[in-house]
């Protein structure tokens, strides 16, 4: 009778990429089953999230527009002291 029951696992993996950070999800179910038929519904056994940000891509980015807004931040401020 005991021989009729079986477990089934499965995994699911999400890979996201976006421009700074990348992640994986990794969802890890079980079903039971008596014979051919599912008992119930499947079980969430394990879940994880992993998540990476790329400092290079930031940095990079962070250099490219710090130039320009000290530029433009200097032009405020003489601006507002001057009046020019």
């Keep these: 009778m005991f021989s009729d029951f079986r477990v089934e696992n499965s995994t699911e993996v999400t890979e996201v990429s ?3 950070k990348k992640s994986k ?3 890890v179910r079980s079903q039971v089953f008596l014979g051919s038929l599912p008992i119930g ?3 969430i056994v394990s879940e994880s999230i992993q998540e990476e ?3 290079e891509k930031v940095d990079a980015i962070l ?3 710090s130039g320009p807004l000290a530029r433009l931040g200097f032009k405020v401020i003489r601006k507002k002291i001057t009046g020019i």
């Design 18 to 20: 976006g421009t700074f």
């Design 25 to 27: 999800k990794v969802i």
């Design 41 to 43: 519904g499947p079980i």
């Design 53 to 55: 940000v790329s400092m």
């Design 63 to 65: 250099n490219t527009l």
